[in-house]
DNA sequence: CTGAAAGTTTAGCATTGGCTAAACCTATTG
DNA sequence: CAATAGGTTTAGCCAATGCTAAACTTTCAG
């Protein structure tokens, strides 16, 4: 057995976190689209590609090619030129999307930061945070009412 | 003026919190690589490139390659078949990494998550917690433990 | 002191997510 | 009702992160 030998084991456990944090990656763009292309529904009627371009600040190129990807995962549907709609599907991920983003959101706010802090800290927060420490921040939001 | 007007102004406003999560993510790479690193040095005396492979649980061809960005970024030096060393900015950077994940995952901790949750969900979250955040953390660590 | 096992790097490929510039539609306006 | 301003998509580029398979070193066993 030649090179150094190596201590198996406890090393590998600690990959879990790491795959955890690529896994919620690659969902964090389709969670932030759906819940954008969401609010914009809402609020004018309609989504447009260049609306969610301009909120997200990236290039229209960008969200065009974007959406592509989007709409062969089953999360929304669009035509050329047209605006876009969520599936079913898509308003799901979205409305979970925004449970979590308020959760996260208000939890920053009892905890005393600045109203600034709290709405862009939990833009990136929201995609990390397990449903064990949703409930967490949930029950300290509770008690902090009462 | 042809096409549908749009209500120009504050949406723009919106893209900052997208915009750091974007500067957060190309960040998040590296801290985590140095801090690994440092922890390797720590515990066993070197950091080989296999064992940042085993922990992040990525392949060895991508370790050699992230690294390579490391060193042309002047976070570490290596020497081929060697094990790794980081230089000053990258110490630096991973004690900074270190007191951030602490305090996160303490803070998780105190708000009542099971250790493995904390353990994961911080090492998501520990990019994207402004200072305010942090401080705000730890001011809730403080009035706990009083 | 040498051969080969085991560790490390290279080569080559794929996907994601950015960008700019050019081509392409659409809808308003004259 | 046609021209065109202005919004949208395409084309083509780039960097970051992954992967597998093949080539290459190192080190220890014999
Ligand atoms: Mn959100
Ligand atoms: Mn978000
Ligand atoms: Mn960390
Ligand atoms: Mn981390």
């Known amino acids: 057995m030649p090179q150094r030998t190596k201590k198996p084991g406890a090393a590998k456990t600690r990959s879990v976190a790491f795959r955890r944090i690529r896994a919620d990656h690659s969902s964090e763009l389709a969670e ?4 954008l292309i969401a609010d914009l529904i809402d ?3 309609e989504a447009r590609g260049s609306d969610v371009a301009m909120r997200l600040g990236v290039a229209n190129a960008t969200v065009v090619k974007t959406l592509k990807r989007l709409q062969d995962a089953g999360l929304v549907t669009q035509e050329p030129y047209r605006s876009i709609f969520l599936t079913g599907e ?3 991920m979205a409305e979970d999307g925004r449970r979590k983003h308020k959760i996260v959101e208000a939890f920053l706010l009892a905890l005393g930061v600045s109203e600034e802090t709290a709405r862009i ?3 990136g927060i929201e995609h990390h945070v397990s449903e064990e420490t949703l409930r967490a921040m949930a029950r300290f939001l509770a008690r902090k009412v009462m």
């Open 121 to 123: 800290d939990s833009e």
């Open 43 to 45: 609020e004018k009627g």
């Open 90 to 92: 898509g308003w799901k």
């Open 32 to 35: 932030d689209y759906v819940e």
